[in-house]
């Protein structure tokens, strides 16, 4: 199968994604038979462009290279004006666009407008920006639903921990009540670092930043917007939430200190930053905030830059997920997972073995 990929975001995400799909390439011939080929990469003034698919030996160039505008062969232009920047339709093509730019949480722009478009123009999706899954979660599921594409979104609720996945294969046909979860890895590596190491806040805030942790914009990991985000992505995905932004109510870790970190210790209990959403009698209630969680709960022992969550079902009970490594290199990993995916539904009448 030959998928057309058009990338939008040339940053940690995006440059990550091209090195892996190149160092995959024969495997993704081999194991799935699928032969994917950029055919662009755009950015906020514009992008690289190539109809038969850019070259890959120029593609891990450009990966390792500088800033994309001061490449050879960068045109500028409108990263929304799609006719310029989609794979044409080709027989025998999945045309997919891969988002890994940033957009703004309440209204999802620049992403949202563009992705739903993409859609009705037969474009499959894969979205590591959340922003617009934030904003508008049911109007970007019932467009791709209208127009017959898939919508892929693991990079953008906690990438390495298969969280989406789990709900939507492994526990298909359950009901989800609640969901709780350690979702941020530089947040739980500052409590960790807090608790065991004995360091102040902001010390370990500096070691997570020095170990390269922290995204772009670090200050969502730390007032708990980005475990805000994961949360509601997860709630309205599996829950059917139908909730916003504005409806979670969300306490950071900026106000910890070493002394409640202390005090809990005596209690036999651990801080973590946890995202929680529970199913009430005829509604889900979100909530993230740093919680006390006793030494023996399975969050407790979710240490470091991991991640995991716990789902409670009516049919399989209580399942519980932990591990996943994080950064832009697993969440370019998720993306592929989710091109592979996304490859054997288009393709599924030819049947796959999973
Ligand atoms: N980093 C991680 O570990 C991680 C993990 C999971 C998910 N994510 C998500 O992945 C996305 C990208 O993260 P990143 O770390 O790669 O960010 P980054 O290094 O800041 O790169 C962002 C890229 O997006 C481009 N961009 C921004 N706004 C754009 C727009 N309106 N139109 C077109 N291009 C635009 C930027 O273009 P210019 O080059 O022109 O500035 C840049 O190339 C974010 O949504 C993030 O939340 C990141």
Redesign the pocket.
């Known amino acids: 199968m030959q998928i057309a990929i058009c990338l939008?975001?040339?940053?940690?995400?995006?440059r990550e994604f091209v090195r892996l799909l190149n160092r995959k390439a024969p495997y993704l011939k081999s194991r799935h038979g699928l032969e994917p080929r950029v055919v662009s990469i755009?950015?906020?003034?514009g992008g690289i462009r190539a109809e038969s698919g850019i070259d890959c030996p120029v593609l891990v160039n450009l990966a390792n290279a500088g800033?994309?505008?001061d490449q050879e062969g960068f045109v500028g232009g409108d990263?929304s004006d799609l006719d310029a920047w989609l794979p044409p339709m080709r027989e025998g093509d999945v045309r997919v666009l891969v988002d890994?730019?940033?957009?703004d949480l309440d209204t999802g722009e620049?992403?949202l407008s563009r992705l739903k478009d993409a859609a009705r123009r037969g474009c499959h999706l894969v979205t590591?920006?959340?922003?617009p899954l934030v904003a508008d979660f049911d109007g970007m599921a019932q467009v791709a639903r209208e127009s017959g594409v898939c919508l892929k979104f693991s990079?953008?609720a906690a990438?390495g921990l298969p969280a989406i996945d789990t709900v939507r294969v492994s526990l298909a046909g359950a009901q989800v009540d609640s969901i709780e979860g350690v979702l941020n890895s530089t947040t739980n590596y500052i409590l960790t670092a807090m608790s065991d190491d004995g360091l102040s806040y902001e010390e370990a805030l500096r070691r997570s930043r020095a170990m390269g942790l922290a995204?772009?914009q670090p200050e969502r990991d730390v007032s708990g917007i980005d475990t805000a985000c994961k949360i509601l992505i997860l709630a309205n995905a599996a829950m059917g939430a139908r909730k916003r932004l504005g409806d979670v109510k969300v306490t950071g870790i900026t106000e910890v200190t070493s002394r409640e970190i202390a005090y809990w210790a005596v209690q036999g209990r651990t801080l973590r930053l946890i995202g929680r959403a529970v199913r009430t009698a005829d509604d889900v209630s979100i909530e993230v905030k740093p919680t006390p969680v006793p030494y023996k709960d399975f969050l407790a022992q979710v240490t470091g830059d991991s991640k995991g969550v716990r789902f409670t079902t009516d049919v399989f009970g209580e399942l519980t997920i932990v591990g996943g490594s994080?950064?832009?290199s697993?969440?370019a990993s998720s993306a592929l997972k989710d091109l592979i995916n996304l490859a054997k539904a288009v393709g599924g009448e030819q049947g796959h073995i999973s």
């Open positions: 939008y975001g040339f940053g940690n995400v995006g755009v950015t906020r003034k800033t994309l505008s990263p890994a730019t940033w957009s620049p992403a590591l920006n959340k922003a990079g953008a990438a995204e772009t994080g950064g832009p697993a969440a």
